[in-house]
Nanobody, 125 residues
């Protein structure tokens, strides 16, 4: 079973950048597709980005396209979310998730099997 631990959240001013990391434990990490989701207070969890097991196929939500980028380093059992040009509306708890199916990429939270505990991202105006 894969276990996930996120890090890298924090407080940043609008226009700034952060890089989130998610370290996975478990020998089957390389076969999982991975995703990032976020949840703001009073809102439902929403899809941010996903990457397949190879690291080549990716998908990003329209709200973050051109600003955020997902990547994975299988040698480190880690995925990343590089977040640039941050906006106050990006403020949320960000969750890393793992999905046993490599492809197609999942954009719904219900299609993921394992979740991390989340890391808070706060963007001030």
């Amino acid at each position: 079973q894969v276990q996930l631990v996120e890090s890298g959240g924090g407080l940043v001013q609008a226009g700034g950048s952060l890089r989130l990391s998610c370290v996975a434990s478990g020998r089957t990490f390389s076969t999982y597709s991975m995703g990032w989701f976020r949840q703001a207070p009073g809102k439902e969890r929403e899809f941010v980005a996903a990457v397949d097991s190879t690291g080549y196929r990716k998908d990003h939500a329209d709200a973050v396209k051109g600003r955020f980028s997902i990547s994975r380093d299988s040698t480190k059992n880690t995925i990343y979310l590089q977040m640039n040009s941050l906006k106050p509306e990006d403020t949320a708890v960000y969750f890393c998730a793992a999905r046993r199916r490599s492809y197609p990429l999942g954009t719904m939270s219900t299609s993921y099997d394992v979740w991390g505990q989340g890391t808070q991202v706060t963007v001030s105006s």
